[in-house]
């Protein structure tokens, strides 16, 4: 299905935020996350079920002021 | 030094983390400026650089504390959601409050301000608003829960110093006991003095360090000058008079 990560539209497989998280490579990494402009914790990623459309937002630490 | 929301920091000094020209010269600015609270923020990983991993080690090892920041959020929606990622983020329930109004002056949108603030404190958030020296809005934050305030001295990255004396002064005048930090629109550590010179707890500011030309030494510049504003603040200083006054005793001088 098609959905939107970080603004850039693209193809997936996975079915839930966890699943999409393992396949872009962060499994391990410390993101936050939101979808539909909603924040989703860590803990209930894995139980997020994506659907065609999604907007999805992965977030790092960085720089600010 | 300052107290926010119970907790004591090392320093009236809150410094930011971005456009430093390197990590190196970012951990050397912190050691110099012993600043007690670096703000950061959330930003979307660009490719597989993972560079915001690198980044959580270089201020995990700074070793002050955190305060993540909502910036470049235009509605009250976007920075609640912005602030509930960072609290995940950098484990901690601070953050900057920032809802921009105005694209030229990022000035502050006040009433986008208020209704993120109320949401945030009701998730139990301890809500730093970035604000404008308004009066009025600071009651509407101090009501909406908030326990600290964050005036602009001007508009961020400009390096204007405090515009409107009057206001800033008026604010602290009316809530003494309202923990205040001018955030923004600092360029010389002499605007730092007056700000404590005036009562406030603390500064934040980040262009001013970071794109000097020396930042350790511009930062280091700003923590003596903080400390000369807060010693001055606390020794009662004479009021201003329009007359000249001599200082020398008048009595006893040689009549030539």
Same mark, same amino acid.
């Given at each position: 299905?098609?959905?939107?990560? *970080? ?38 990623? *894995? ?19 | ?15 930011? &983390? ?9 951990? %050397? ?5 012993? +600043? ?24 995990? =090892? ?9 910036? =470049? ?7 609640? &959601? ?74 961020? =990255? ?34 730092? +003095?007056? +700000?404590?010179? /005036? =009562? ?17 030494? /511009? ?7 903080? %400390? ?14 329009? /007359?000249?006054?001599?200082? &020398? ?8």
């Amino acid at each position: 299905m098609k959905i939107t990560v *970080n603004g850039e539209t693209r193809e997936t497989a996975s079915e839930t935020l966890g699943a999409l998280l393992l396949e872009l490579g962060h499994g391990d990494a410390r993101v936050a996350t939101a979808v539909n402009e909603a924040f989703v914790p860590a803990a209930a990623r *894995n139980g997020l079920r994506l659907a065609a459309g999604d907007r999805v937002e992965i977030v790092t630490p960085r720089q600010g002021g | 030094m300052p107290v926010f929301y119970g907790t004591k920091v090392a320093s009236p000094l809150m410094l930011g &983390t971005a456009q430093y020209p390197s990590p190196a010269v970012l951990a %050397e600015s912190f050691r110099r400026s012993g +600043a007690g609270v670096a703000t950061v923020s959330v930003r979307r990983e660009a490719g597989g650089e993972r560079a915001g991993q690198a980044f959580w080690r270089l201020i995990a =090892g700074l070793g002050v504390r955190v305060l993540p920041n909502t910036a =470049g959020c235009h509605s009250a929606r976007e920075a609640v &959601t912005t602030a509930q990622m960072a609290r995940e983020l950098f484990e901690t329930d601070w953050i900057k409050l920032e809802v921009i109004g105005n694209a030229d002056t990022l000035q502050p949108d006040p009433f986008g301000l208020v209704e993120a603030a109320r949401i945030l404190v009701a998730e139990g958030f301890k809500v730093f608003p970035y604000m404008t020296e308004d009066l009025v809005l600071a009651d509407r934050l101090l009501a909406a829960g908030c326990e600290v305030l964050m005036p602009w001295g001007a508009p961020i =990255g400009t390096g204007l110093g405090l515009l409107n004396p009057y206001g800033l002064r008026s604010l602290r005048a009316h809530f003494p006991d309202v923990p205040m930090v001018i955030d923004a629109g600092l360029g010389l550590p002499s605007q730092a +003095a007056a +700000a404590m010179e /005036m =009562g406030f707890d603390a500064v934040l500011l980040n262009t001013a360090v970071a794109k000097a030309g020396d930042p350790a030494a /511009m930062a280091e510049g700003f923590a003596k000058a903080l %400390e000369a504003g807060r010693l001055a603040r606390g020794a009662d200083p004479m009021p201003p008079r329009d /007359m000249a006054a001599p200082s &020398t005793p008048v009595i006893g001088k040689a009549f030539l």
